[in-house]
């Protein structure tokens, strides 16, 4: 089965670093997601990308960057990070290019960041 | 733009009850339609799916019809178990745009 994989589990980090989420997965999928999960509030889309040194933004890319270098990894940078950035941090893929609409959206098990 | 709504929890129930989470849709074309569930510590998994009016998607026991008549697409158990306790998400997907979720439903089921 598909696998993705996200480096962290737990994150503490101070406001104003840089902090780097990162996202792997192993069956060659196109696309890439990421969702920040807050409670009363459901998955909000981040940024996501349909190939590899692409990135569109998704609803709440606002102190958030994205970068995808291989097809297999993308990552999620906080520039700066806030204390409203204290998330759940999910990050998903689909296998094929077009038509994501009918497409399995495979899950990491997430990243609880907390900024101090 | 396309939206999903579902029922706000928490629900609780007892083992064996009968469960319902109420999702209903708002898209412009014709979208799939999709639960996911989200057990304790770990990320979003697909339970199931449905691709046209008046398809039922069905998994381990759950099940739910696209309704495009009532813009519903609502989750149905028969008998729940403590293992089904969990987060459940309706989510809708329309061309090559990203899933749009609903807000999540926290089931806890008590033995």
């Known amino acids: 089965d598909v696998k993705v994989t996200q480096s962290s589990r737990y994150l503490v980090k101070r406001t104003g670093e840089k902090v780097f989420l990162e996202c792997v997965q192993d069956?060659?999928?196109?696309?890439m997601f990421w969702y920040r999960q807050d409670p009363g509030l459901g998955l909000r889309l981040i940024y996501f990308s349909y190939d590899v040194k692409m990135k569109e933004k998704g609803d709440i890319p606002e102190g958030y960057s994205v970068s995808r270098e291989k097809k297999e990894r993308f990552s999620l940078i906080l520039e700066s990070a806030s204390t409203n950035q204290t998330s759940m941090y999910l990050c998903a893929s689909t296998l094929s290019r077009g038509g994501v609409a009918n497409e399995k959206l495979f899950f990491g098990s997430g990243t609880q960041l907390s900024v101090l | 733009g396309d939206s999903v709504t579902q029922m706000e929890g928490p629900v609780t129930l007892s083992e064996e009850a009968f469960l319902t989470i109420n999702c209903t849709y708002t898209a412009t074309g014709y979208p799939s339609l999709f639960w996911y569930v989200q057990y304790p510590g770990e990320g979003l998994q697909l339970l199931l799916k449905?691709?046209?009016?008046?398809d039922k998607g069905s998994n381990k026991g759950f099940e739910a019809t696209y309704r495009k008549e009532t813009t519903s697409f609502h989750l149905e158990k028969g008998s729940v178990q403590v293992s089904d306790s969990a987060v459940y998400f309706c989510?809708?997907?329309?061309?090559?745009?990203?899933?749009?979720f609903g807000k999540g439903t926290r089931l806890s089921v008590i033995a």
């Open positions: 449905a691709t046209k009016a008046d």
């Open positions: 069956m060659d999928h196109e696309n």
């Open positions: 989510a809708l997907g329309s061309g090559n745009t990203p899933l749009v």
